[in-house]
């Protein structure tokens, strides 16, 4: 079988990934090495003998081919902050017990140094395409996609498209996404001086600390509340006043019930203790209309349908501490739903409470029909491979598919099954799945680079 070949180019493929992973290419925090990461994978597609070119500050391709029709696959550069707990160095690319272990190897730095070896391979084994063979990619996808509004702004929308950011089958609906900013002006707790939780919006923070000016009384109350109830917490005492942290589980924010929110936990245990006065507006907010929820009833958004299941709400961080006090929320809502609704019922129970609500993106949602050319494609790729036929799923993912007017799907790189630990410590994939993923990968790229 052709797929095999690109098997061949698996030693190189991993240093080269390794040398990728080592970038810490975190966007908005570290966008030198956004930079980096993508200079070099230019660097190594002109070695290659493919044509590169920088698009925009935040995102590049690489060409194969010309005429025909575009077609194109899409991947990601930028991951999200390693957080804590590693046992390993998440910046270097570890195997170990036949797992593939680094910060971006499930997401999406694998999937795109696959996809780059795919259209070496396709060169240099002298495939003759028919069609113009794409590899976009951007280093802005775990912030809100604007590296690809900048991107399509520069270049045309491809005829048919998949990103490597999901999972195996073939994903053809992705449900809105929301993310939004509560805040007040001042700070006005009387209580609470500090309180920090969370690096980016799309994960569920694994860790969270409170700083409080608490009585003896109190901090009795404290750990009362802290033994009957859920969570883990350590109390530490200090000049400036009571410290609390608060340790959880992290999670991607399209699967929050899968993590363990140790932002959401902290304030349950406070807010069992002080008033709103006490604590403050945002935090009081968060305690009556999320509290532990991940699915919108306290908001008044608890909804479903039959494509894409049920809306979900992640507290992503919390950040009080003198005059500021703001908290930020991933919202993950039905395909069927309009999202506008969503926001609007989100913002008219947050204005009650006097906080300001500030939209910083809404990713509008997914469906392509089942029975269209590109997913009877990616079908019959993945069928060549494994054998098997290829599920049809919804998610509550975000991926650059949503950016291609339809024109594109998530189609792997990751199996069911495979504990891959997305947005979370110890991200990892299983050897063996990996390289499946290279040949399907191959194999999906080379029939839309035949393709009549």
């Not at 098997?7 to 970038?23: P, Q, V």
């Not at 899968?258 to 709103?276: E, P, Q, S, T």
Request: with cysteine; charged share 25%; proline share 3%.
């Amino acid at each position: 079988m052709l797929s095999e070949k690109i098997l061949g180019y698996k030693d190189e493929l991993f240093e080269d990934l390794n040398t990728l992973i080592s970038i810490e290419s975190i966007d908005g925090s570290r966008d030198a090495d956004c930079e980096k990461a993508l200079e070099f994978v230019l660097k190594r597609a002109k070695d290659f003998g493919l044509l590169p070119e920088r698009v925009t500050d935040k995102s590049g391709q690489v060409d194969l081919g010309s005429g025909g029709r575009l077609c194109a696959v899409l991947t990601h550069l930028d991951v999200v902050p390693a957080g804590n707990s590693w046992s390993l160095s998440p910046y270097a690319l570890t195997e170990r017990d036949g797992r593939l272990y680094g910060r971006g190897i499930a997401d999406d730095k694998g999937a795109a140094m696959v996809a780059l070896y795919c259209m070496r391979a396709l060169r240099e084994l002298g495939v003759e395409g028919k069609n113009t063979l794409r590899a976009i990619f951007g280093t802005a996808e775990e912030t809100g996609m604007t590296d690809m509004e900048g991107y399509f702004a520069k270049k045309p929308l491809p005829d048919l498209a998949f990103t490597p950011d999901s999972e195996y089958g073939i994903c053809y609906a992705e449900k809105g996404i929301l993310h939004v900013e509560i805040s007040t002006p001042t700070n006005e707790a009387t209580v609470l001086s500090q309180f920090h939780a969370g690096k980016a919006v799309n994960a569920v923070p694994d860790l969270a600390y409170v700083m409080l000016d608490s009585s003896g009384y109190d901090e009795q109350l404290l750990m009362r509340l802290a033994d009957a109830g859920e969570g883990s917490f350590e109390f530490n005492y200090t000049i400036d006043g009571l410290m609390i942290i608060s340790r959880g589980r992290a999670a991607h924010a399209c699967e929050p019930q899968k993590g363990f929110n140790a932002a959401a936990a902290l304030i349950d245990l406070i807010a069992n203790a002080y008033d709103v006065h006490e604590i403050g507006a945002v935090a009081s907010f968060i305690d009556y209309a999320l509290n532990s929820e991940t699915n919108g009833r306290s908001l008044g958004l608890k909804m479903s349908d039959a494509v894409s299941g049920a809306l979900t709400v992640n507290l992503g961080s919390v950040h009080i501490e003198g005059d500021e006090a703001r908290a930020c929320f991933d919202i993950r809502y039905p395909v069927t739903i309009n999202g506008d609704y969503v926001m609007r019922q989100f913002r008219k129970v947050a204005e009650s409470s006097g906080l300001r609500v500030k939209l910083l993106h809404h990713g509008r949602p997914l469906y392509v029909e089942k029975d269209s050319e590109l997913i009877r494609l990616l079908g019959d790729a993945y069928r060549a491979v494994t054998g098997e036929e290829a599920e049809l799923y919804s998610t509550g993912g975000g991926t650059y598919a949503r950016k291609l007017g339809g024109k594109g799907v998530a189609f792997g790189p990751n199996f069911k099954g495979d504990d891959i630990r997305m947005h979370n410590a110890d991200e990892s994939v299983d050897k063996e799945n990996f390289l499946r993923h290279m040949q399907i990968c191959f194999e999906a790229m080379y029939r839309m680079y035949t393709l009549e």
